[in-house]
């Protein structure tokens, strides 16, 4: 049984600097309605919360990982919107190369003071790439003492693995939720930009 519990709503106004940077799987898994499609449906509910202080970013991985979005300012709506759009499924899943792409670019735009976070969003299907688990905790736990968290979000059915989304977020001093529907793609845009847990 799993019991979900909700932080208080803190207002845009109130709210500290966001520093985003999503960690995107792109793999072939996701291609279902209720994975990457579902995704993109929340990222872009999320960008309508963000304004010039914050800064957000995309980085995808497959068989490899890349930049979709250098960090941008978040008031730019559109630029953010159009690189969400493109974004497609395919190919195998090599999580561990994103994330060192999404921590090296959290780290570059680090903002003092602010929420500085890595959120990844996967089925949980790291079946590529993994050299060595502890290698993994390690970076996780190097971060998270710099002051970046990771927030990991899972979508989808089959072969999604919460036991191993739990396990990086814990390490990352971060949070899990499972996403299965639009509502909860809101709450989890709303949790990503303050780090509550729901």
Not at 113 to 131: K, P, S, Y
């Amino acid at each position: 049984m799993r019991i979900g519990l909700k932080g208080r709503e803190i207002p845009a106004s109130e709210r500290p600097a966001s520093n985003l940077v999503f960690l995107l799987d792109v793999s072939g898994s996701m291609g279902t309605e209720n994975k990457l499609p579902l995704v993109k449906r929340a990222m872009r509910l999320l960008v309508e919360q963000l304004t010039e202080r914050d800064r957000v970013a995309i980085v995808v991985y497959a068989g490899d990982s890349g930049t979709a979005l250098p960090s941008t300012a978040g008031n730019e709506h559109d630029t953010i919107v159009s690189a969400i759009d493109k974004l497609r499924a395919g190919g195998s899943t090599n999580g561990e190369s994103g994330l060192k792409l999404a921590y090296a670019t959290a780290q570059e735009h680090f903002i003092r003071g602010g929420t500085n976070r890595v959120i990844l969003c996967t089925d949980g299907d790291f079946n590529v790439g993994v050299t060595s688990q502890d290698e993994l905790v390690r970076l996780l736990e190097e971060q998270a003492k710099r002051g970046i968290q990771l927030t990991a979000l899972g979508f989808g059915m089959g072969n999604y693995k919460d036991s191993m989304l739990e396990k990086l977020a814990d390490k990352g001093d971060g949070n899990y939720a499972y996403i299965d529907n639009r509502s909860r793609g809101a709450q989890g845009a709303r949790a990503a930009t303050v780090g509550g847990r729901w």
